[in-house]
């Protein structure tokens, strides 16, 4: 896959974009294993909204590299941090405005992906871990717990006897355990973690962004509402669907045998 490196230069992160619409983050904070500084959060927030807004991506891919997705928070930087600071810096809106980005994001895992940096995982979309990524929340073993959304988001996707294990053990599993619980969309080998990223990456791209967008609004709305309302959300999003352009293109692609060419409209 051609790849093209942005012009913008970051510090922490860099960012690539594909020939297939796909926009690619890589944590790059090798000393202290991709640990999610304050600044680390800026850029990358900086670069998710970028990509958002950018109509050659339409959909996005956030790793680590193949060694480590992230050791966590950066707790060298956290040690000298108080309550006031930290209320001050409002660091947490860095993760809840992962969720405002409107394109699918995948995060492809290797490694380590602790902390704060399964609370980054568990913000994206998709999770493709390598068969030995370790994930967990060892919080409590430096005396504090999730503050990124890991009491929630993990509680949600594995249920409330998996998510207290982990959170009150600070236990660390590896991958077939992450999947069986259903952390992990897929598990694949170590090397092809970001190969497979990409690839499921430039699927969804050739897919309706219009739909695609939607359908994630969708999902993620089934976190905060009742069924009824769900359904009722659901129904309304569909049928905006139906008044597109790209519904007319992929039926009549599929009613004349061919690959349909989807503009977002
Ligand atoms: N922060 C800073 N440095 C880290 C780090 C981290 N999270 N993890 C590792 N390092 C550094 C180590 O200090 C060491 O640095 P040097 O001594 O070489 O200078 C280097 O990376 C290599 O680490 P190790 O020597 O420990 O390597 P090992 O292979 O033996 O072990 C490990 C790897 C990942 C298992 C181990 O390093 C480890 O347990 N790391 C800590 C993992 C952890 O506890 N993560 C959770 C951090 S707390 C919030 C936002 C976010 C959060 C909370 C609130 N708000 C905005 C409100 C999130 C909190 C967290 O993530």
């Excluded at 990509?51 to 966590?72: N, P």
């Excluded at 992990?184 to 970001?194: C, I, T, Y």
């Amino acid at each position: 896959m051609e790849t093209q490196q942005s012009e913008k230069k970051y510090e922490n992160i860099n960012v690539e974009k594909s020939e297939s619409l796909v926009g690619i983050v890589r944590l790059n904070r090798p000393i202290g294993m991709n640990a999610l500084s304050s600044s680390l959060m800026k850029e990358l927030l900086e670069a998710l909204n970028e990509l958002d807004a950018d109509d050659e991506v339409r959909c996005i891919v956030v790793t680590g590299g193949d060694k480590i997705f992230s050791a966590g928070a950066d707790i060298k930087e956290m040690s000298n941090i108080g309550t006031i600071d930290a209320l001050k810096r409002g660091n947490l809106d860095y993760f809840d405005n992962i969720r405002k980005i409107t394109k699918p994001i995948i995060a492809a895992i290797n490694g380590y992906c602790l902390g704060g940096g399964l609370e980054l995982a568990m913000a994206c979309d998709i999770l493709i871990g390598g068969e030995n990524s370790k994930l967990g929340q060892p919080e409590i073993n430096i005396g504090i717990m999730p503050g990124a959304g890991g009491t929630q988001r993990l509680t949600r996707a594995v249920g409330k006897y998996k998510a207290m294990d982990l959170i009150l053990s600070g236990r660390l599993i590896g991958a077939k355990e992450a999947y069986d619980a259903g952390l992990l969309s897929r598990v694949v080998p170590d090397e092809s973690v970001l190969i497979e990223a990409k690839r499921l990456a430039s699927e969804i791209s050739s897919k309706s962004p219009l739909a695609a967008r939607v359908a994630k609004e969708c999902v993620l709305k089934a976190f905060d509402t009742t069924l009824k309302d769900g359904l009722e959300f659901e129904r309304r999003n569909f049928y905006l669907l139906l008044g597109s352009e790209d519904k007319e293109e992929g039926m009549k692609a599929f009613t004349e045998k061919r690959k349909a060419s989807f503009k977002g409209r």
